[in-house]
């Protein structure tokens, strides 16, 4: 459906919005992504930024959760209650407030939806839990959650709870009974007490409990949580019950026709995940988006047998920095990974380094989900005319194939089969699990409990070794350490991306891509600049071992990992780091989450406060010392080229094949780290003034108008020839001349039509700097005039890439 009102082109003087277009569902051809949150962006807010949204040329607006969450949450994925929308947002009158404002606007509304767990980190507030606590298996919400209740839990039977910080927390206990009703306190947390078994001391009342308060250091937990997060307690959407409950209120959406698509939060930890979407495909019709959040593993088909319109764009993220990066610099950056961390980040390294820390992970962090596991392997692999086989054994050989699997989980229809060559890998490398990976095979076979669990596990293993440990770990490259990457990997090739951009054309015309999100580990200006490292790789190595000399930090690799960071976040203003407010304080906080994830030097279960003291001192040296200023030198040398690539990026991922989804805030600079740090309000009046300011091609600087300018003109374009983009044809098309290799380029069209629109971009700027584009150009397709969005200058038949990147290091070419 094309919006007539909305489709005229906006000119270079006036990105203004045009007259509204009556109330009516649109169809999605982009995104931008917000972050709700109580204290800073409600749904009131939202509607308040949506005139600027309109002007940005943007078609819907992406919320993160809106049900109610725990109180004070800052993403919303603590959900205490499905039914409702959070009060803390603005409640249903604000959704339909909302929904109606972009309505009028030609506009929509996509919804995160989290339907994998719910928060129960303050039991207070979770009404289901709650009563789980008070009246255990007896309570009427007892079959929402994923609960052991047998009497082999290792808790007797009883509901274990790993909230006790240490062996004196149970002598804290007491009873609360300044409320209605009495309550079992330890410190800021309370728990219910059920009828009948009060009493005067704290202790006794707690043995009478359905519940057990355990530590959280003893690998006792009975209830499956989301990875490892105690405080969110898993939900069986496999359960009709369940499922119709936790999607009342979407079902009432989509019957109002609030909203016109769902994005599904982690998907791959449900029990079935394509059974749960084809429910959710039936629930929300066929003409929604239907989006999932799912980070294929390196050259991982994405299911297409899933009622499903893609993913939420990490595959892309990949593709787009990947490309950027200069091969060249593979060499001399996996020499210094070698020199301070003993490897080079190599393909071996890390699948070496997988393997070990998933054995880890499954033996340590997710003891508990194992253990049930396994004890679902011996009743479903139960054979009459076998020995008895030991749980060590049975846990061991489970253990070791769960480390092996590359994938998150391997029963989508593409990997049928893979499952198979894992376990025969496994066995070819250890005779002595015959007996127990015949259990586990039989086990798996049968489909049942153990089927699933194993699935289950098989995903919370594989996030948290990997994304959550192994990426913290190396620091080849920390750009390409992103969900969903595959660091091993340096770089893609151009052909390499063309492909993988036809294929999406082809196959998921309307999934989403995506540059930043709030799970990033950084956002993507900070490493278009760490991926030009790429490009001066050895100026690079020589600087580190400099600084690493003259300033020594307390560990090498940790050292390495966060000046890459640290370069890609450093002013570059000219100002020295410590004049930018916040920035310390982020640095420090960034650093401490790294360290800990990596569990190398310290940890989030046993930190080591002498070695952290010594790298935050670290820290501020080289922010405060000759480093940091060297630093800095380096960085504003480098920064016209970092531009290049933020602008680059961005271009070919706003005009590529799928719906483009813009993050809060970036359609200016940012430089966000690992969340929280990117989750921070967004100034949405200084991006108003900027974008009703902007009069003509504004200046590649610090400002960032460069960026807005060309996000502007990118969105609008979808709007004015929407037949070019989702559904839209994807044409290679490459330059000649001696620098032919720096432009990435393609056309889109409707399909089997010539393209209309040709989006150019130059990569590997560094190279360039010297000797320009000489003679190289690029052929245009004959009889059509092309012109240049961006700058306003027309071409014909061919186009000199000099003149084409005069003002830009981008075109948006339209016929």
């Not at 809106?66 to 603590?78: K, L």
Request: glycine fraction near 8%; hydrophobic fraction near 40%; aromatic fraction near 6%.
């Amino acid at each position: 459906m094309i919006d007539t009102e909305m489709t005229d082109t906006p000119t270079r003087q006036d990105i203004a919005p045009r007259p509204a277009a009556p109330p009516r569902r649109t169809t999605v051809r982009s995104t931008y992504r917000l972050q709700l949150r109580p204290d800073a962006l409600t749904l009131a807010d939202a509607r308040s930024v949506a005139e600027y949204l309109q002007q940005l040329g943007v078609s819907h607006l992406y919320l993160s959760p809106i049900m109610t969450a725990m109180p004070g949450s800052t993403h919303g994925y603590d959900v205490t209650d499905p039914t409702t929308v959070s009060a803390a947002l603005g409640g249903p009158p604000g959704l339909k407030a909302l929904s109606d404002e972009v309505r009028s606007r030609g506009m929509g509304l996509i919804v995160d939806l989290v339907p994998n767990h719910v928060g129960v980190g303050d039991a207070r507030h979770n009404p289901w839990w709650w009563d789980v606590l008070r009246n255990g298996k007896q309570s009427a919400f007892a079959h929402f959650f994923d609960i052991d209740w047998s009497a082999g839990n290792g808790a007797g039977g009883r509901l274990a709870l790993p909230v006790l910080q240490n062996d004196n927390d149970p002598a804290a206990l007491t009873v609360d009974r300044s409320g209605t009703e009495p309550m079992l306190a330890l410190h800021d947390l309370r728990f219910p007490i059920t009828p009948g078994t009060d009493g005067e001391n704290a202790l006794r009342i707690h043995d009478r409990q359905h519940y057990r308060l355990v530590s959280w250091k003893a690998g006792v937990c009975t209830y499956r949580r989301y990875f490892a997060v105690s405080g969110l307690a898993a939900l069986r959407q496999e359960d009709p019950a369940v499922f119709d409950i936790t999607h009342r209120e979407l079902a009432a959406w989509c019957e109002h026709d609030l909203v016109d698509g769902v994005r599904v939060d982690h998907p791959d930890g449900l029990s079935g995940p394509a059974e749960y979407l084809t429910r959710l495909r039936r629930l929300i019709g066929p003409h929604r988006l239907l989006l999932v959040e799912k980070a294929l593993s390196n050259r991982e088909p994405l299911d297409a047998t899933l009622p499903i319109d893609g993913t939420t764009g990490y595959d892309a993220l990949d593709e787009l920095g990947g490309v950027m990066l200069d091969p060249a610099g593979e060499a001399p950056l996996t020499d210094l990974s070698k020199l301070f961390l003993g490897h080079g980040s190599d393909r071996d390294w890390f699948c070496d380094t997988e393997h070990r820390i998933k054995r880890a992970v499954a033996e340590k962090l997710l003891i508990p989900e194992v253990r049930r596991l396994v004890a679902a392997v011996k009743r479903d692999g139960a054979q009459s005319d076998t020995a008895p086989i030991s749980d060590l054994a049975l846990t061991n050989a489970t253990i070791e194939v769960l480390s092996f699997i590359p994938v998150a989980r391997t029963d989508y229809t593409p990997l049928a089969g893979m499952i198979g060559a894992v376990v025969a890998e496994v066995a070819k490398r250890n005779s002595e699990l015959t007996v127990p990976l015949s259990i586990l095979v039989t086990a798996l076979a049968a489909g049942g409990e153990a089927a699933r669990r194993f699935h289950q596990v098989c995903g919370a293993v594989a996030a948290k070794a990997v994304e959550d440990t192994m990426f913290y770990q190396a620091a080849r490259l920390v750009s390409l350490q992103e969900i969903g990457g595959n660091p091993e990997r340096f770089g893609r090739s151009l052909l390499d991306y063309h492909l993988a951009n036809a294929a999406r054309a082809q196959r998921w015309p309307a999934t989403m891509t995506a540059l930043s999100t709030h799970d990033t580990k950084r956002g993507e200006d900070v490493r278009a600049r760490i991926g030009v490292l790429s490009q001066v790789a050895e100026i690079w190595a020589q600087e580190v071992e400099g600084w690493l000399e003259r300033c020594p930090p307390p560990d090498p690799a940790s050292a390495l990992f966060l000046l890459q960071n640290m370069f890609g976040v450093w002013p570059a203003d000219g100002r020295a780091a410590a004049d930018v407010p916040g920035l310390r304080e982020r640095l420090h906080r960034f650093a401490e989450k790294a360290v800990r994830e990596a569990g190398t030097r310290s940890s989030w279960e046993e930190p080591d406060p002498e070695f952290e003291s010594a790298l935050h001192r670290w820290i501020d040296t080289v922010i405060d010392g000759p480093v940091g200023a060297e630093l800095g030198t380096l960085v504003l040398q480098l920064a016209p080229f970092a531009w290049s690539d933020g602008l680059s990026q961005k271009l070919l991922q706003l005009c590529g094949p799928g719906i483009p989804d813009v993050y809060q805030g970036t359609e200016l600079w940012e430089d966000s780290l690992v969340d929280p740090d990117n989750r921070r309000p967004v100034d949405f009046g200084q991006r108003l003034a900027m974008l009703q300011s902007l009069t003509g091609t504004p200046e590649v600087d610090a400002s960032g108008s460069a960026k807005m300018w060309i996000v502007a003109y990118a969105l609008w374009l979808r709007r004015e020839r929407p037949d070019c983009f989702v559904g839209g044809g994807y044409t290679p098309m490459f330059a000649r001349g001696d620098n032919a290799s720096h432009l990435i380029a393609y056309g889109r069209g409707p399909v089997g039509d010539p393209p209309q629109v040709i989006i150019a971009a130059t990569r590997h700027s560094v190279g360039l700097a010297d000797t320009g584009w000489g003679d190289t150009t690029m052929d245009l397709p004959n009889g059509a005039t092309w012109t240049d969005r961006l700058t306003g200058h027309t071409f014909q038949s061919a186009a000199r890439l000099e003149k084409l990147f005069a003002r830009l290091p981008v075109a948006l070419l339209v016929r």
